[in-house]
C-alpha cells in the first residue's frame, strides 16, 4: 500500500470516527455557511476551553462554549452544548453576515 493512500486511509477513519462520536461538531464544521471558527485554549485550572464561532439565522455572529480536560474533551464538551443548543450571541463580533 502506498503512503498516500495510508494517510487517506487513516484520514477517512478519524473523519468517521469523529462524526460518529461527534456528530453536533461535525455537522457545524460541515456547513461552511454556519462555520467562523474554532478556538481552544488552555486555562489556568489545567481544562481547556473549546469556542466554536458561527452565525444565527439571521446571520448574527453567535458563539458555542465547551470546556473539558484536554482538547479532546474540550470538544466533548463543546459537541454537548451544540446539543443542547446553547449558541449565544457574539458580543465581540464585527457583524451580521452578510
Same mark, same amino acid.
Given at each position: 500500500m502506498s503512503r498516500k493512500r495510508k494517510g487517506v486511509d487513516k484520514y477517512l477513519a478519524v473523519e468517521r470516527l469523529v462524526q460518529? &462520536?461527534?456528530? +453536533?461538531? +461535525?455537522?457545524?464544521?460541515? &456547513? &461552511?455557511? &454556519?462555520?467562523r471558527g474554532l478556538s481552544i485554549k488552555p486555562r489556568p485550572d489545567g481544562t481547556f476551553l473549546a469556542v466554536a464561532m458561527g452565525y444565527g439565522s439571521d446571520g448574527a455572529p453567535m458563539v458555542c462554549f465547551g470546556q473539558g480536560y484536554g482538547v479532546v474533551g474540550a470538544l466533548m464538551g463543546l459537541d454537548k452544548t451544540m446539543q443542547a443548543g446553547n449558541w449565544k450571541v457574539d458580543k465581540f463580533a464585527d457583524g451580521h453576515k452578510e
Open positions: 460518529a &462520536e461527534l456528530p +453536533h461538531l +461535525h455537522g457545524f464544521f460541515s &456547513e &461552511e455557511d &454556519e462555520y
